[in-house]
Every structure is written in structure tokens, then in C-alpha cells.
């Protein structure tokens, strides 16, 4: 069990736009800044959004972060098929001392 | 280029040891964090170790299945990172990432990634 809930798979057609929604709690999410990474099996993780809505050097704007209270989305635009992939949303817990991550959210371009 | 080449895992039996290491290039390695994390077979990613840089002591912090049993190293000399593993348990199978981490101080976002090494813990 996940300190940070995802849904498990998420899907929607090309050209689309999805989001992708990670709750926590005011240890985690509701006092620190929340981080996205993508992941391909057999790849290197990937960072695509830092402390809650910025873009990672050499991510495309299609990608995009917010939060509210002690919950956050990533939001991905104009869906492409390589967009499919394993998605985490990842954040330091005051409490934990540790840091966090969601279960991951698969998401399929239909 | 920036890159992060993990190497040292293997198939190892419950109880024994195994020393992971990553080497890192293209970037300066002494002025930054370093993390490991994993993802065991079917689950999500997980934290598991992380080390300062020589100005905050070169001091670790730890993910709670990782307390106890494994010990994060640096050397700077080589621009390599160690992941000390002990008591290796069935639980602790999976593929082991080696990161930069932003924060100096605290584990914070992870933006340069290796590949990973795999590590099966199996009698």
C-alpha cells in the first residue's frame, strides 16, 4: 500500500488530454513539493514535472503539474502513442523522514 | 553527455550480501547528492538510500526497509556511488536505479537516472 495514491490505469485516445491525479496528506503532499516521472520497463525513469508544476529541462510543454492542498495532477496534452508509459508522482514525507512515492499510474493511448 | 552506469547485481541467496556501484560522468559528481532507489517485481518505485555530497559530511539518510541492513558509500576520487546491501531478503528482489538527487541536504527530486541493475534474492 502506497503512502501516495494513484489510479491504476488511466487511458484516453490521441490527441487528447489526460490527467493523472496523486493524493497524499499534510505530512507529504500538503507541505512540500510534489514531483511526476515517467517510466518505460527496460528505461531509465525520467523526470517531467518538479516541485508541483515545473517543467523538467527538455520535457515538452505538453506536460504540465498542479496541486491543491494535499493532492496534485499531472496533465498531459495532445496525447501521442510514445506518451504511453508507467507514470509516479513522488514527494518528501515530514513524518516518514522518507521520500514517497504513488503505486504509478499506467497510462494507454488508445 | 551526463550519465549514471550501475553494475554489481546478480542472483544471491537469502541472508548473504551484495555490493552495488554506480558510476557517474558528465557531470560534477563531488558537488552532488546521489540516491538509489528500486522497483520490486510488480510494484511502484521505492526510495531506498541517499548520501550528501563531501560539504554536509557525506552523510545518509535511509527508507525504512533499507535501516539496519544497507549502507550507502561515495567515492568522489571516482565518481562513484556504493549500495551495501546486507541480509538480503526475498522482498528485496528487483531492478536498483542510481540517481542524482537535486537537494544538497535533503532527498529531494531525482533528475539524472541510470539504468538500473537487477538483483534477485532467491534460494
Known amino acids: 500500500q502506497s503512502v501516495l495514491t494513484q489510479p491504476p490505469s488511466v487511458s484516453e485516445a490521441p490527441r487528447q488530454r489526460v490527467s493523472i491525479s496523486c493524493s497524499g496528506s499534510s505530512s507529504n503532499i500538503g507541505s512540500n513539493g510534489v514531483n511526476w516521472y515517467r517510466h518505460l520497463p527496460g528505461k531509465a525513469p525520467k523526470l517531467l514535472i518538479y516541485y508541483d508544476d515545473l517543467l523538467a529541462s527538455g520535457v515538452s510543454d505538453r506536460f504540465s503539474g498542479s496541486k491543491s492542498g494535499t493532492s496534485a495532477s499531472l496533465a498531459i496534452s495532445a496525447l501521442q502513442a510514445e506518451d504511453e508509459a508507467d507514470y509516479y508522482c513522488a514527494v518528501w514525507d515530514d513524518t516518514l523522514r522518507g521520500v514517497v512515492f504513488g503505486g504509478g499510474t499506467k497510462l494507454t493511448v488508445l | 553527455e551526463v550519465q549514471l552506469v550501475e553494475s554489481g547485481g546478480g542472483l544471491v541467496q537469502p541472508g548473504r550480501s551484495l555490493r552495488l556501484s554506480c558510476k557517474a560522468s558528465?557531470?560534477?559528481?563531488?558537488?552532488?547528492?546521489m540516491s538509489w532507489l528500486r522497483q520490486s517485481p510488480g510494484r511502484g518505485l521505492e526510495w531506498v538510500a541517499y548520501i550528501r555530497k563531501e560539504a554536509y559530511s557525506r552523510t545518509a539518510a535511509y527508507g525504512a526497509s533499507a535501516k539496519g541492513r544497507f549502507t550507502i558509500s561515495r567515492d568522489d576520487l571516482n565518481s562513484i556511488v556504493y549500495l551495501q546491501m546486507n541480509s538480503l531478503q526475498t522482498e528485496d528482489t528487483g531492478i536498483y536505479f542510481c540517481?542524482?538527487?537535486?537537494?544538497?541536504?535533503?532527498?529531494?527530486?531525482?533528475?539524472?537516472w541510470g539504468k538500473g541493475t537487477t538483483v534477485t534474492v532467491s534460494s
Open positions: 558528465g557531470f560534477n559528481f563531488r558537488d552532488s547528492a
Open positions: 540517481t542524482r538527487d537535486f537537494s544538497a541536504s535533503t532527498p529531494d527530486y531525482m533528475d539524472v
